[in-house]
């Protein structure tokens, strides 16, 4: 299973919004609804940002959003905050009743 | 509240085996998958395996197919990975990580640096 396709690196300024982008295909993100994102800040464990392709867990800001079209899934966080500086990676459930990460996208606030 | 605890920090030779441990409390064990996943330096994440507690199945990457197994305790309430046969592209943290209905991970371990070195 290759890893899902993510860009590696996006970046704005504070207050602007930015969007990520996870390309799987018709056997993982585009399948299913059971993509989720999650935030990692160096040295920490991974926290899920949003499951269920749109979701958000309580506690996590409502500037953070999913969505997705066809085999492409994103990340679109509203009114960047410079603790939102970290690397992101989204995660899909596959045919194959195995799960795939994406390779990863560090977002740098300027 | 829901924890997972993780095993220290491993160092080993190339060709040796190695046994993590994921110890969770806070929730009924047997009713959520646990997985396992690592990440190399500088890496990305890379999803290992799971476990049902409840039944004891299991399911890997095929990546790792072979040489990894991963069982569980449930008296302990604890979870274990062995990873054989290893190589230096094993270094890595390896996490622990609580799956939901949703096949989201809601929880982490706090992770276990192996490093494989001659």
């Known amino acids: 299973q290759s890893a899902l396709t993510q860009p590696a690196s996006v970046s704005g300024s504070p207050g602007q919004s930015i969007t990520l982008s996870c390309t799987g295909s018709?056997?993982?993100?585009?399948?299913?609804?059971?993509v989720s994102w999650y935030q990692q800040h160096p040295g920490k464990a991974p926290k899920l940002m949003i499951y269920?392709?749109?979701k958000r867990p309580s506690g996590v800001p409502a500037r953070f959003s999913g969505s997705r079209s066809g085999n492409t899934a994103s990340l679109t966080i509203s009114g960047l905050q410079p603790e939102d500086e970290a690397d992101y990676y989204c995660?899909?459930?596959?045919?194959?009743?195995?799960?795939?990460f994406g390779t990863g996208t560090k977002v740098t606030v300027l | 509240q829901v924890q997972l605890v993780q095993s220290g920090a491993e160092v080993k030779q190339p060709g040796a085996s190695v046994k993590l441990s994921c110890k969770a409390s806070?929730?009924?064990?047997?009713?959520?998958?646990l997985h396992w996943v690592r990440q190399a330096p500088g890496q990305r994440l890379e999803w290992v395996g799971w476990?049902?507690?409840?039944?004891?199945?299991?399911r890997y990457s095929q990546k790792f197919q072979g040489r990894v197994a991963v069982s569980r305790d449930t008296s302990a309430n604890t979870a274990y990975m062995e990873l054989t046969s290893l190589r230096s592209e094993d270094t890595a943290v390896y996490y622990c990580?609580?799956?939901?209905?949703?096949?989201?991970?809601?929880?982490w371990g706090q992770g276990t640096l192996v490093t494989v070195s001659s």
């Open positions: 018709s056997s993982d993100v585009g399948g299913y609804d059971y």
């Open positions: 990580a609580r799956a939901t209905w949703a096949k989201d991970f809601d929880f």
């Open positions: 806070g929730y009924t064990f047997t009713t959520y998958t």
């Open positions: 269920e392709v749109t």
């Open positions: 476990l049902n507690p409840g039944n004891g199945n299991t």
């Open positions: 995660n899909s459930y596959t045919s194959s009743s195995s799960y795939v």
